[in-house]
T-cell receptor
Framework: KAGVTQTPRYLIKTRGQQVTLSCSPI?????VSWYQQTPGQGLQFLFE???????NKGNFPGRFSGRQFSNSRSEMNVSTLELGDSALYLC?????????????????FGPGTRLTVL | AQKITQTQPGMFVQEKEAVTLDCTYD???????LFWYKQPSSGEMIFLIY??????QNATEGRYSLNFQKARKSANLVISASQLGDSAMYFC?????????????FGSGTQLTVLP
């Protein structure tokens, strides 16, 4: 079974631009979460989608948005990029939300998209 | 207060020896899950092992085992017979059971270096 895929793997943008990152979950997984990883702040939760609905959102400004399609693929968008948005953006998929059980609760991560804002 | 605390920024271990990476957590939930992930320099987060708060036995997955001490709120990862390929950043994470939120809260990580 193929793992989580993320495209593109690397991006270089300039301040003020916008960017869209894509994530395809493991086949059969319906929940997708996004995380930002920076040296200073570590790993921080951005948002989680299930059945095309945002179920949870982290403490990020409105410039960060996302969506999920009917095939569970997800995109996140960052508008008006700032230098501080330079980070590794990780997508994770899991079977579905539910009780804390290992079979449905484990999130599997993709390789990430490394975004550099100049 | 930090929800996940990893007090060892860096650890060294000799090849073929065992190593323990520390993790303590803070939650008032009765139902929660604890995870360990490995992140090589390539960046991908690799799932290693899971422990549920109601699991009575410590989780094991091959060379990885989780030393779960619920009363002390600790979930230490033990890697037996270390290999050079184990050199990576290791993160402890928790998912609390309240509601349907599935976000993982991560610790700051431990950089493990396996010496030949």
């Amino acid at each position: 079974k193929a793992g989580v895929t993320q495209t593109p793997r690397y991006l270089i943008k300039t301040r003020g631009q916008q960017v869209t990152l894509s994530c395809s979950p493991i086949s059969g997984h319906r929940s997708v979460s996004w995380y930002q990883q920076t040296p200073g702040q570590g790993l921080q939760f951005l948002f989680e989608y299930f059945s095309e609905t945002q179920r949870n959102k982290g403490n990020f400004p409105g410039r960060f948005s996302g969506r999920q399609f009917s095939n569970s693929r997800s995109e996140m968008n960052v508008s008006t990029l700032e230098l501080g948005d330079s980070a590794l953006y990780l997508c994770a998929s899991s079977l579905a939300p539910g009780l804390v059980r290992s079979s449905t609760d484990t999130q599997y991560f993709g390789p990430g998209t490394r975004l550099t804002v100049l | 207060a930090q929800k996940i605390t990893q007090t060892q920024p860096g650890m060294f271990v000799q090849e073929k020896e065992a190593v323990t990476l520390d993790c303590t957590y803070d939650t008032s939930d009765q139902s929660y899950g604890l995870f360990w992930y490995k992140q090589p320099s390539s960046g991908e987060m690799i799932f290693l092992i899971y422990q549920g708060s109601y699991d009575e036995q410590n989780a094991t997955e091959g060379r990885y085992s989780l030393n779960f001490q619920k009363a002390r709120k600790s979930a230490n990862l033990v890697i037996s017979a270390s290999q050079l390929g184990d050199s990576a950043m290791y993160f402890c994470a928790m998912r609390e059971g309240r509601g349907s939120a599935r976000q993982l809260t991560f610790g700051s990580g431990t950089q493990l270096t396996v010496l030949p």
